[in-house]
């Protein structure tokens, strides 16, 4: 099984291939998640929308609604599963 740097580092790769205009704009990693009833990895990834733009606070950064993508692997050889539009 792939560690969670690993993990990271392939899901962020596909985010770029699969929506590069998102990845070029370095989202954070939300959360990382493993499923181990579907032997899955997922990790969020989010923007503040807007994201061109900082925030003068932590409370305005809270305040601000995110655009989120989800990228579920495989969790033993980190194959792509899905890309995927979240919700926070």
């Keep these: 099984m792939l560690a969670v740097a690993e993990v990271i580092g392939k899901a962020r790769t596909y985010l770029g291939e699969v929506v590069p205009e998102f990845a070029a704009l370095q989202p954070k990693v939300e959360e990382a998640e493993f499923s181990k009833e579907l032997s899955n990895w997922t990790v969020?990834?989010?923007l503040p929308e807007g994201s061109n733009r900082k925030a003068a606070s932590?409370?305005?950064?809270?305040?601000?609604?995110r655009s989120a993508k989800a990228v579920s692997l495989e969790a033993e050889d980190g194959?792509?599963?899905?890309?995927?539009?979240?919700?926070?």
Excluded: G, M, Q, Y
Aim: hydrophobic letters at 50%; zero cysteines.
């Design 44 to 46: 969020t990834f989010s």
């Design 58 to 65: 932590l409370a305005d950064l809270l305040r601000n609604p």
């Design 79 to 88: 194959t792509l599963i899905a890309v995927k539009n979240r919700d926070l």
